[in-house]
């Protein structure tokens, strides 16, 4: 009976093949590790954001004299509204440190390499789409800091050439963040994950068209490759258990550590609270905001900071595959960027003294230098490892590249 | 891609396949339950379940009209010929005694909600008339004409004072 | 870590209140039914001339398990619905203190430091030299001493007045995070259950893979 319904689907619509193409039939490297696991969980948190998101918004009121309020009825009187708040809260920050795992995974194996450039930009595009997500998420609840966290972030439009107090003016709805500033940011807020699933659709599709890089570097025999299900679809579950299990013990025993205590004290136009700090995602980019004694220069750094990622692919002149697998220098280069990542997260918190503010400098030289120097550092490791002697496989990887490059130019 | 090797002890490999299906699915349905129950009342809502009316300062023959759970509620009291005339029948369409409308005759507690569309109904002299289609009812809140097919619905109330009702809870 | 650091510099500039309210870094909330009876008596007593708590409701406290003929003694003329809210105006407040009194219902996950800092604050108050009272934790405080605390020398009374503001923070702990049992309890419960199912899926992960030539 089942075999029958699904007979007529697929006279109707390509299920099975689907099926077949995309999971049981999929090829998958059979070395991938742990690393891999953080694209699925990605999606699962984008999901988990949406549908708490969605329960929420039939209790909040997107009304700058209801919204702190409303956030109060939901944490106290709504039937386990308490739980939907502390799940969509650390699900944000769950998301971004998912995200974060997953782009260094692709700049540590270099998997932003032709030919998934597109795989990188999407991604890339989605990372922007998440950071104006959470932005205007963390305005809602209307507390001390979404208000005046997001009067210093629009502020920064000013930066726009002959019409930066017009820009502002305008994405604010008013000449202060206000009740306008809220209902859109509500209404954008709501709309941009859908944008997201939109996005990450377009990347799945990018991803099945190259298929997975894997840590190796070099694309494995056909014989290496194994099915999506139920190999990896296991191996998912699996990585989705360990990691709920830590989402969980934050829900409900440490909610409070990705929650502002100035927060819980409503907006207040006429004061400022002493220490104004965005959530831990987005402290190195303010610290590099912060860096810049211009206001404009800052602005333009911290744009820069996060762009800065798409040009990898251009950047990174290497011939050789796999990242840091084969290349030391390289690998050196990603772990000098993850501190340096770190100690601007850690200058972008503290409250700005001449000693901080002189470390926050110097990290963003060199987190610039990182990426400036790749071109450059790259060549020379080439030549040195060449030299020095590389595995076979990636020599014979390399050379046929190389025939393919020099094939496709001269057609 | 690789070949499948020859399932061994396909006996244990099923039984841990179902007992993990299964505990995921009862997770997975666990899961489900706080997102359901967030849509029921909330517990500020619950509380307005119960409504308390002071009834000192109405006159008899006057009216009082509060708000339960969203409802307008018609408090009546009703004078000594009122009660007189409305015991001295059954009303029209659907007969049920006065009495058994009131936990003291001098006050008459209904929902003011037509029984047939939903409207509320004016009171107009004697009695209230809906101006949706054109029911009429009594001081005692029952049909005496039009579509509507119940008398006006007594909600759980009782006295907690002399002056004093609570709605909500007989 | 950062709130501890903060705190812990805090006790360290050092003042001349007595040792034991020092080494209180970290304040064991007590929130249960008597303790938090009892913090709402105290709080009625002492704060809730010039405070309220309009996120809290006295059915909150019925629902929490405190007798309701206590709450009837508290809420006087006010419903069972009705929020705590002050006995103050806030144009009154201003007059008298030039500052409105902040709400209180949030105030331990307001404060940095939270329940510690409130704590330290009631019972930080010390008379100077000109017969004026100020607070070690928040001397730009405009708000007076309400447990008395800064002229109180015997050491009994000292320590009942404490007891009196722990139950206080107490109250206020349980008045910020009212599902907060609800919500530990129920975390065993999803953790337990998680572990045994990724220990699940980790066997059958193991199965599958095992399928694998190697």
């Known amino acids: 009976m089942p075999s029958r319904i699904i007979k007529w689907i697929d006279h109707r619509f390509p299920l099975t093949s689907f099926i077949k193409h995309e999971l049981t039939g999929y090829p998958t490297p059979r070395n991938l590790s742990y690393w891999w696991n953080f694209g699925f969980l990605a999606g699962f948190v984008l999901m988990l954001q949406v549908a708490t998101g969605l329960f929420l918004a039939m209790h909040y009121k997107p009304d700058a004299s209801m919204a702190f309020d409303s956030i109060q009825h939901i944490m106290r009187d709504v039937n386990y509204g308490w739980l939907l708040r502390y799940m969509h809260s650390t699900g944000a920050s769950a998301f971004f440190l998912v995200i974060y795992i997953h782009m260094a995974r692709t700049l540590y194996y270099g998997s932003y390499r032709a030919p998934r450039e597109l795989m990188w930009w999407t991604g890339q595009g989605l990372l922007l789409l998440l950071m104006a997500t959470a932005f205007m998420g963390y305005l809602l609840p209307w507390g001390q800091m979404s208000f005046w966290g997001a009067t210093v972030i629009t502020n920064l439009f000013r930066a726009t050439p002959f019409i930066g107090d017009e820009v502002v003016v305008w994405l604010r709805g008013d000449y202060a963040v206000g009740d306008d500033t809220l209902t859109r940011f509500f209404a954008l807020h709501y709309l941009f994950p859908f944008l997201i699933i939109g996005a990450v659709v377009v990347h799945l599709v990018a991803l099945h068209t190259v298929r997975s890089s894997n840590p190796s570097g070099i694309d494995l025999a056909d014989k290496d490759n194994i099915p999506f299900h139920p190999y990896y679809t296991i191996k998912d579950f699996y990585g989705l258990g360990v990691f709920l299990i830590v989402y969980f013990l934050v829900v409900f025993f440490f909610p409070h550590s990705v929650l502002e205590p100035a927060n819980n004290i409503p907006a207040n136009p006429m004061v400022t609270p002493d220490h104004i700090v965005p959530e831990w995602y987005f402290l190195p980019f303010y610290a590099i905001l912060r860096s810049v004694p211009n206001m404009v220069g800052g602005v333009v750094a911290m744009g820069l900071s996060v762009m800065i990622f798409a040009f990898m692919p251009f950047l990174d002149r290497s011939r050789i595959p796999g990242g840091a697998h084969y290349r030391p220098v390289f690998r050196l280069l990603f772990y000098i960027f993850i501190l340096d990542i770190l100690v601007l997260g850690y200058v972008g918190y503290v409250p700005p003294t001449s000693q901080t503010i002189a470390i926050g400098q110097v990290a963003t030289i060199i987190y610039f230098m990182t990426f400036l120097i790749l071109p450059f550092v790259s060549k020379a490791e080439d030549k040195w490892l060449f030299k020095r002697g590389l595995p076979p496989k990636i020599l014979a990887l390399i050379a046929s590249e190389e025939e393919e490059k020099r094939k496709r130019s001269m057609r | ?170 | 870590m950062n709130k501890m650091i903060a705190l812990f510099a805090l006790f360290a500039c050092g003042f001349p209140a007595s040792a034991d309210e020092i080494k209180l870094s970290k304040f064991q909330i007590d929130t249960s039914v008597l303790a938090v009876e009892r913090g709402v008596d105290a709080f009625m007593n002492a704060c809730h001339g010039c405070h309220g708590l309009k996120y809290v409701h006295y059915r909150d406290l019925a629902n929490f398990g405190i007798d309701k003929d206590k709450i009837a003694a508290w809420r006087g003329d006010s419903t069972l619905d009705s929020a705590m809210s002050s006995l103050i105006s806030d144009e009154a407040a201003m007059q008298s203190f030039g500052i409105v009194p902040p709400d209180l219902s949030m105030i331990i996950r307001a404060r940095e430091g939270g329940a510690s800092y409130v704590y330290s604050y009631l019972i930080g108050y010390y008379l100077t030299t000109d017969g004026k009272t100020g607070n070690h934790f928040f001397p730009l405080t405009k708000m007076p001493d309400a447990l008395d605390i800064s002229s109180a020398t015997d050491p009994a009374k000292r320590s009942d007045l404490q007891g009196k503001a722990h139950d206080i923070v107490s109250f206020l702990a349980w008045a910020a995070d009212p599902h907060e049992a609800e919500r530990k309890t129920l975390g065993y419960y999803v953790i337990a259950y998680l572990i045994l199912l990724t220990i699940l899926l980790y066997n059958v992960k193991l199965d599958v893979w095992s399928k694998l030539k190697a």
């Open chain 2, 1 to 170: 891609m690789a070949e499948l090797d020859d399932l061994d002890d396909t006996g244990r490999r099923d039984f841990l396949l179902k007992v993990t299906t299964v505990v995921s699915g009862a997770g997975a349905a666990a899961a489900c339950y706080p997102f359901v129950a967030s849509m029921n009342p909330s517990a500020d809502l619950l509380a307005k379940a119960n409504t308390e009316v002071n009834l000192s300062g109405v006159t008899p023959g006057a009216m009082l009209s509060v708000s339960w759970q969203g409802k307008p509620v018609f408090i009546l009291r009703r004078t000594k010929e009122q009660i007189k005339a409305m015991a001295a029948n059954n009303g029209g369409l659907y007969p049920e005694q006065d009495s058994d409308r009131t936990k003291q005759p001098e006050w008459l507690v209904v929902i003011g909600v037509c029984t047939h569309m939903g409207c509320v109904p004016n009171k107009e002299g004697e009695g209230w008339t809906c101006h949706c289609h054109g029911s009429l009812y009594d001081d005692s809140g029952r049909v005496l004409r039009g579509p509507a097919p119940k008398n006006l619905e007594v909600p759980p109330y009782r006295f907690i004072a002399a002056d004093k009702i609570m709605i909500g809870e007989a």
